[in-house]
């Protein structure tokens, strides 16, 4: 833990790229290739230093085992007063497929929008009242497999459109699996979610099918291909090139490229968006809009954002962690801001102290503490003790945002069952109405 990979080279023999302050993504996609080809990773050993002596990691490219990739469920109570509802919740890290295993038709094959389906009759037959698709820093994937997994939750209809160089568009159209929740539904989005991840966002919006909560997404809607001008198996010589072939649009006609997919229910943004995101690129594609495609809303969520937005903003004024993570966010961008760091030693212990006086105080507030901080420390310079435990604070740290999205949704809970006509507008061809009638 805290090795850095410095080079990428595409084979025992290939020249070696520096990757040095490249974007993780652009490393990630170096490091990726054909099954059973060799990649050498320049490693920098954790214990080495800035100066250290390199390491030469070679691997082959094989089938990596998804499991900790696959979708997972589980149920949170979320009590207000003497009100109590059970929100079920639905993680998905990434939309994947196995295709070897679906191509032979074995019943239990592995792919997003099989495992959400499942979960998804578990949640109903376990009675929750209300789902929350959790796709934050879902970076994308199968682009089938969003557009099947967008069909468990609308009745039929497209799903994106794609315009291809020539100008023409494609429509992915819902392949008409059944629908399997028409209840209240929610889906938490943040900076890291893009792609394939966007396009089931936009759809849940478009088709007013449920409430999008969070940051603005990352805005990639585009789609590219790889050329590589050397012969297989040859020493690396002409190079390759990476262009864009298509563009994804939402069935409202306005595309994902760069704005992303922007929450109905925003919460704070970390001021990722100035570092992160597709807008960060020199050569972005601009944002553009082409004619909607025909489809049918399955819902008017309009009447009832306004209600939701109040008691949000009403609950965290009151919820002190909530209000904590606001005022270290305003920090952090405050901080980014001065782009500078003071080096006089009394300076820095002033600000350490001044940093732990805060998390004490708020310690005796909250009666925990679970804050995770910044410690000013290299990867290289703190020890693997300290590294796993920082890690596992980070994972055993309350998920403020989670908690509150589930809130939110048990709020729209607690306004159709208290309303049936505004659940009628809300969710017109809902099963789900007959329980609240």
Not at 59 to 86: C, F, P, Y
Not at 234 to 259: E, H, M
């Amino acid at each position: 833990m805290g090795d850095r990979i410095v080079g990428v080279a595409q084979g025992e023999h290939a020249q070696m790229v520096d990757v040095t302050g490249w974007r993780m993504d652009d490393t990630v996609a170096l490091i990726r290739g054909a099954l059973d080809s060799t990649v050498v990773l320049d490693i920098l050993p954790v214990e080495a230093g800035p100066d250290g002596k390199h390491k030469l990691l070679s691997l082959v490219r094989k089938k990596i085992n998804v499991e900790q990739q696959l979708a997972k469920s589980s149920i949170i109570e979320v009590k207000d007063g003497a009100t109590k509802h059970r929100i079920g919740v639905i993680s998905l890290p990434v939309f994947y497929e196995d295709f070897n295993a679906r191509q032979r038709k074995d019943p239990n094959y592995n792919s997003a929008a099989h495992d959400v389906a499942k979960l998804l009759t578990q949640l109903k037959n376990d009675k929750v009242d209300g789902v929350l698709l959790d796709v934050r820093n879902n970076g994308g994937g199968s682009l089938e497999e969003v557009i099947e997994l967008t069909s468990l939750f609308i009745n039929k209809g497209p799903v994106v459109q794609e315009r291809e160089a020539s100008g023409k568009v494609l429509v992915g159209v819902d392949p008409y699996v059944k629908q399997i929740w028409d209840g209240p539904l929610a889906v938490l989005i943040n900076r890291g979610s893009a792609s394939a991840t966007e396009i089931f966002a936009a759809a849940i919006q478009d088709y007013g099918r449920g409430i999008v909560i969070g940051e603005p997404s990352f805005g990639k809607g585009t789609v590219q291909s790889y050329k590589d001008f050397d012969p297989p198996n040859d020493k690396p010589q002409y190079g390759a090139i990476k262009y864009t072939t298509a563009q994804f649009f939402r069935v409202n006609g306005g595309t994902t490229q760069l704005r992303g997919v922007t929450p109905d229910i925003p919460f704070p943004t970390s001021g990722a968006a100035e570092e992160f995101g597709e807008s960060t690129f020199d050569n972005a594609l601009p944002w553009s809009q082409i004619k909607p495609a025909e489809y049918k809303l399955d819902g008017d969520l309009t009447g009832i954002l306004p209600m939701l937005q109040s008691r949000h903003d009403a609950r965290v004024k009151n919820d002190k962690e909530f209000q904590y993570l606001e005022e270290d966010i305003a920090r952090f961008k405050a901080e980014r801001k001065k782009n500078q760091i003071s080096l006089n030693e009394a300076d820095r212990r002033k600000e350490r102290d001044e940093q732990e006086a805060r998390l004490k105080a708020r310690e005796k507030v909250t009666g925990k503490n679970d804050s995770v901080h910044d410690d000013g420390l290299q990867a290289n310079e703190r020890t693997l003790t300290v590294e796993l435990a920082q890690e596992k604070a980070a994972k055993d740290a309350k998920d403020i945002l989670l908690n509150e999205a589930t809130h939110i949704l048990s709020d729209e809970v607690d306004l159709l069952k208290g309303d049936t006509r505004l659940a009628a507008r809300v969710m017109p061809n809902s099963t789900y109405l007959q329980s609240v009638k």
